[in-house]
């Protein structure tokens, strides 16, 4: 694969009020923007994130998982310690469900697959990862065509595991970026989309209250 250096990240949070899809005493489910950090960065100019938005309203709401900043969609956080314990101990054991919305560079061929490939830090440059065969953690992503358009095709994509900018490396792997993406898109794909093409669109968990299977949705801006 070759190796881009990340382009220059400026953080510009977007000005939009909370978003919440669903509250109760145990989870809190919103819909994070678009270039919004999910938990405040190092520098102080990366302060303002999801979480320090949200325990604005909700002091207890504590973060269990993450999106990647331009990665726009649904996102948990839980109301308790326990719920924390109980939603965290899901993801590790992937229990939860989740499917990704994307648009790619160009005409994907086949209509559905799996990948598998593992993925690593490409630590000179940070904080892009990789696929490394002999060192990466496994990674899977099952995707299949929804639309195909003239340059580019509307994917779904169901992650089987939860590595650092996983959809984004596997899509790239297959030879078709997701769109805007200012890591990992040449030029011409990185300019076909005001954003990172990229939603999380539905999350299924067990409620950590009686442990019910429930499907949440926060419907693709794109």
């Given at each position: 694969?070759?190796?881009?250096?990340?382009?220059?990240?400026?953080?510009?949070p977007p000005d939009t009020s909370l978003s919440v899809l669903h509250h109760d005493a145990h989870i809190l489910i919103?819909?994070?923007?678009?270039?919004?950090?999910?938990?405040?960065?190092?520098?102080?100019?990366h302060a303002d994130c999801l979480e320090v938005r949200a325990r604005k309203k909700f002091p207890t709401a504590t973060i269990v998982h993450r999106l990647d900043m331009d990665t726009s969609g649904i996102l948990v956080m839980?109301?308790?310690?326990?719920?924390?314990?109980?939603?965290?101990?899901?993801?590790?054991?992937?229990?939860?469900?989740?499917?990704?919305?994307?648009?790619?560079?160009?005409?994907?061929?086949?209509?559905?697959?799996?990948?598998?490939?593992?993925?690593?830090?490409?630590?000179?440059?940070?904080?892009?990862?990789?696929?490394?065969?002999?060192?990466?953690?496994?990674?899977?992503?099952?995707?299949?065509?929804?639309?195909?358009?003239?340059?580019?095709?509307?994917?779904?994509?169901?992650?089987?595991?939860?590595?650092?900018?996983?959809?984004?490396?596997?899509?790239?792997?297959?030879?078709?970026?997701?769109?805007?993406?200012?890591?990992?898109?040449?030029?011409?794909?990185?300019?076909?989309?005001?954003?990172?093409?990229?939603?999380?669109?539905?999350?299924?968990?067990?409620?950590?209250?009686?442990?019910?299977?429930?499907?949440?949705?926060?419907?693709?801006?794109?």
């Open positions: 694969m070759t190796s881009l250096a990340p382009r220059p990240i400026n953080y510009n919103l819909s994070k923007p678009s270039g919004l950090l999910t938990v405040p960065g190092k520098p102080a100019a839980a109301m308790t310690a326990q719920a924390h314990r109980h939603i965290g101990l899901q993801f590790e054991r992937r229990k939860t469900e989740k499917t990704y919305i994307a648009r790619v560079w160009g005409q994907v061929a086949e209509n559905e697959g799996t990948i598998v490939a593992p993925i690593i830090t490409d630590w000179p440059n940070r904080p892009r990862q990789m696929i490394d065969f002999e060192k990466g953690r496994h990674a899977e992503t099952k995707w299949e065509v929804i639309e195909r358009e003239d340059s580019a095709t509307r994917v779904k994509l169901r992650p089987h595991t939860g590595r650092s900018h996983q959809l984004r490396v596997h899509m790239l792997s297959l030879g078709h970026p997701i769109l805007g993406d200012n890591i990992y898109a040449p030029d011409d794909a990185f300019k076909a989309a005001p954003r990172l093409q990229l939603h999380s669109e539905t999350l299924t968990l067990h409620h950590p209250d009686g442990g019910e299977r429930v499907t949440f949705q926060d419907p693709c801006p794109f």
